[in-house]
T-cell receptor, first 112, second 117 residues
Framework: GQQLNQSPQSMFIQEGEDVSMNCTSS?????WLWYKQEPGEGPVLLIA?????ELTSNGRLTAQFGITRKDSFLNISASIPSDVGIYFC????????????FGTGTRLKVLA | DTEVTQTPKHLVMGMTNKKSLKCEQH?????MYWYKQKAKKPPELMFV???????INESVPSRFSPECPNSSLLNLHLHALQPEDSALYLC????????????????FGPGTRLTVL
């Protein structure tokens, strides 16, 4: 099925560092969602974005809805060991469907 | 409350067995979803129900049979599965709004880890 391009695929960072990841598409989306998933668990919603250019924060997390509506970015500041997991973006298309298209995921590992 | 619950947490079944996965939400959401997820891969959409009617079937084999008894419940009936069907099965729900509307978040349950022997 259709997937969004998410990068990087994986990251190894030191505790305390900032993290940036992004999601791009050739299609326009009206909604962008960012999730974190830990092994054996369901994805947990972190941030939801609804307007082009929108910047939203949730604690140390900040996400932006790209102006072109074809991309989104997630930043994590001052990473901590519990940030470890896989981060997925998901976009909802404009056609009125209730399908969410998922990115390929960014695997984050934090070194203490 | 943004909780979606799923039972069972784990399920092991033989290829001749019949089993069911259950999902429940009490957020008033009118769209409910089944996803299949393999290790290190994103969730893969299987079915979407909106207002208790099947609106999307992503060409899923008939050995998977969804059912939405009411607006809070979603079942996935399993029969004659293959070992390659072993995966994490995720249920999710969202408000039924025009795409791009506010508060169109999708919430996931914890999943059912299915192993087919």
């Amino acid at each position: 099925g259709q997937q969004l391009n998410q990068s990087p695929q994986s990251m190894f960072i030191q505790e305390g560092e900032d993290v940036s990841m992004n999601c791009t598409s050739s299609s326009i989306f009206n909604t962008w969602l960012w999730y974190k998933q830990e092994p054996g668990e369901g994805p947990v919603l972190l941030i939801a974005l609804y307007k082009a250019g929108e910047l939203t924060s949730n604690g140390r997390l900040t996400a932006q809805f790209g102006i072109t509506r074809k991309d989104s970015f997630l930043n994590i500041s001052a990473s901590i060991p519990s940030d470890v997991g896989i981060y997925f973006c998901a976009g909802q298309a404009t056609s009125g469907t209730y399908k969410y298209i998922f990115g390929t995921g960014t695997r984050l590992k934090v070194l203490a | 409350d943004t909780e979606v619950t799923q039972t069972p947490k784990h399920l092991v079944m033989g290829m001749t067995n019949k089993k069911s996965l259950k999902c429940e939400q009490h957020m008033g959401h009118r769209a409910m979803y089944w996803y299949k997820q393999k290790a290190k891969k994103p969730p893969e959409l299987m079915f979407v129900y909106s207002y208790e009617k099947l609106s999307i079937n992503e060409s899923v084999p008939s050995r998977f049979s969804p059912e939405c008894p009411n607006s809070s419940l979603l079942n996935l009936h399993l029969h004659a599965l293959q070992p390659e069907d072993s995966a994490l099965y995720l249920c999710a729900s969202s408000l039924y709004r025009v795409a791009g509307g506010p508060r169109n978040e999708q919430f996931f349950g914890p999943g059912t880890r299915l192993t087919v022997l």
